[in-house]
């Protein structure tokens, strides 16, 4: 991990725990605002729409939780990232406002959370200076065609 990896990673967790804590010690407050989205969520889960706030708000402590701390980086941005998505769909409706001022509050913090999003993309595609994955995989396969080869042409017989 790189120092700014080390430093960026809490920075950026900060505000879904934050934000989460929040949720989780009044789901209530957050209910309204999100009920365009919690809706049709609620209808298609089963699920009340506070309990579909405080399961998002639970999500969020504990990816971001583990980013910050650097436990499975990677996959928990790819989390907060996907959290994010309906959290700002639904919380920040910019659009439907027509008072100025909340319009443009509203705008404001769409446009963190999209900045957030990019970060959380960043985070999540992070290999920390390492080679990634799929380049290991295909370095490790021409490895094995190329002592493969080898290998047989030693086995020839000469001549």
Do not use: C
Request: glycine share 10%; charged share 15%; proline share 8%.
């Amino acid at each position: 991990m790189t120092i700014a990896e080390a430093l960026a990673r809490p920075l950026l967790a900060g505000m879904f725990v934050y934000g989460g804590i929040d949720a989780l010690r009044n789901p209530a407050s957050k209910v309204d605002p999100a009920a365009p989205v919690l809706e049709p969520a609620s209808r298609a889960t089963g699920l009340r729409p506070e309990q579909l706030v405080t399961i998002n708000a639970g999500v969020q402590v504990v990816a971001g939780v583990a980013l910050a701390a650097g436990i499975l980086p990677r996959p928990a941005a790819a989390v907060l990232a996907a959290s994010l998505v309906p959290t700002t769909l639904a919380g920040h409706r910019f659009w439907e406002e027509e008072d100025p001022a909340a319009k443009g509050a509203h705008l404001i913090h769409l446009l963190k959370n999209v900045a957030a999003l990019g970060g959380l993309l960043l985070a999540a595609t992070s290999t920390g200076g390492r080679p990634s994955i799929p380049w290991r995989a295909r370095r490790a396969a021409q490895h094995l065609v190329d002592t493969a080869g080898d290998t047989l042409e030693h086995l020839r017989p000469a001549g």
